[in-house]
């Protein structure tokens, strides 16, 4: 499919297949049941059936499909090892390509957005797209002053089939809750559409950019490339080079995998006290991992390049000093204080009563790589949070179900869980104990 499929029609048809390809699934998982498999056994099948079925069309719509398809690709670690490696690679590929548009329908928007004379702003324009995602497509070319760059060219009518796709994918979220065990994909859902006027708002993302490029200008660690220009559905911007955060994941060395986990966890913690904002959308295909100089190439010279800022939460003040001091007396073990705050901030909504002892027991194991001077990241140590959660037979389950997720820490907690997922991907071994020392408010208490 070459263009972005923008008539109700067709998209609509397209995701209502994928519930009665989940239900057919099912149908058939009930028949090799009787026919004396187990359920376990069963249930793995048919959840990479369906895990096959839904990146296959997300991947082919773009739009709010893929959009979704991208945030539940960074929790892959997650799933069973059987399940998750037949489309590990189809999930990488949703991160970093898409379907391109035609030649044509790029020429026209730049022709609209920039002018009749648009060529005349570059000195070379590159017409094979160098990325694609879930609203637009990246072309490498060379602006009139000589640097290089990169033009954003957003898809026409990507608005429409973002808004259409989330809210025809909402109607069916509860049958994909089994790809990611322990998550509820509704919500995230819901938020995907919240952000969608954002995402597609290109003076919006300048103007985050701008304030990430100037507050990182002299960043030894950190590289987030500046605007250049900006117009309506077309956004310019530096360059950069560097290897894609996936490549990391599936080839890279154990050094690049640390330097990159640690670079993430810092950029994570850092930026909404540096910027004021927090960088939204942390899947893979949006950082780069660059080499030092020449004349020093060793792990510690290597910077994280940081791309695609549409999608931001404001945080004026930084991250909530809350967070900080619930982990802090959590790792310290005073349950009633961590209970209170949970409370007061509307994590236990007023009328449920909860054993501050069960939730503190319900957290630490979460809260590990926060105790520890380092914490290997792992598949596995996410598979054991995501089984302890989703299984109902655990307290942790019980707890889970009777938490509440206050609209103000909805997206920062999406994006922990998001950059959690990634550094699990990269199988990374990360000191994020000093992250947070030097970052977040209320973890080291005032003296």
């Known amino acids: 499919m070459s263009d972005l499929p923008r008539k109700a029609v067709t998209r609509t048809a397209k995701l209502a297949a994928l519930p009665l390809g989940i239900a057919g699934r099912a149908t058939w998982g009930l028949g ?33 499909a893929m959009k979704l398809g991208q945030a539940l690709s960074v929790f892959e670690s997650a799933l069973p090892e059987e399940v998750a490696g037949p489309y590990r690679a189809a999930l990488t590929k949703l991160q970093e390509a898409a379907p391109p548009m035609p030649t044509r329908t790029v020429h026209a928007v730049l022709e609209e957005r920039l002018g009749e004379e648009w060529r005349e702003l570059f000195l070379e324009f590159e017409d094979k797209p160098a990325a694609a995602a879930s609203i637009g497509q990246v072309h490498r070319a060379v602006w009139q002053d000589g640097r290089e760059v990169a033009v954003k060219v957003q898809y026409p009518g990507a608005g429409e089939a973002l808004l259409s796709d989330l809210t025809q994918l909402s109607r069916f979220a509860r049958l994909l809750g089994p790809l990611i065990p322990g998550m509820d994909i509704k919500p995230l859902i819901t938020e995907l559409r919240d952000r969608v006027s954002e995402e597609l708002d290109y003076g919006l993302e300048a103007e985050s950019q701008r304030a990430h490029a100037e507050e990182f200008a002299d960043d030894p660690d950190v590289v987030v490339p500046g605007v250049v220009h900006q117009s309506d559905q077309v956004l310019v911007t530096e360059w950069i080079d560097g290897i894609p955060l996936a490549e990391v994941i599936s080839d890279g060395t154990p050094e690049q995998r640390d330097r990159a986990g640690q670079l993430l966890a810092r950029f994570l913690f850092s930026g909404p006290g540096r910027t004021g904002l927090l960088h939204a959308d942390p899947h893979p295909g949006n950082f780069r991992l660059l080499p030092g100089a020449e004349d020093d190439d060793g792990p510690e010279s290597w910077r994280l390049g940081v791309l695609d800022f549409g999608t931001v939460d404001r945080l004026p003040g930084g991250l909530p000093e809350t967070i900080g001091v619930c982990l802090r007396t959590a790792l310290a073990g005073d349950a009633e204080t961590v209970y209170e705050l949970l409370c007061r901030e509307g994590f236990v909504k007023e009328k449920i009563a909860l054993d ?33 959660i989703a299984d109902p037979r655990s ?53």
């Open 32 to 64: 090799k049941r009787i026919g004396g498999k187990s359920a376990e056994i069963v249930a793995r099948e048919l959840q990479q059936r369906t895990a096959e079925q839904l990146f296959k069309v997300l991947g082919e719509l773009k739009g709010g």
């Open 356 to 388: 501050p002892d069960g939730m503190l027991a319900y957290l630490l194991p979460m809260i590990e790589p926060a105790e520890l001077e380092s914490f290997g990241f792992t598949r596995d140590w996410l598979r054991a949070q995501a089984a302890r």
């Open 395 to 447: 307290p942790a389950h019980q707890f889970g179900k009777q938490l509440n997720l206050p609209p103000s820490y909805l997206l920062i907690h999406r994006v922990t869980l998001s950059t959690i997922g990634v550094l699990c991907q990269l199988n990374a071994t990360v000191r994020l104990r000093d992250e947070l020392e030097e970052w977040l408010p209320g973890f080291v208490e005032a003296e």
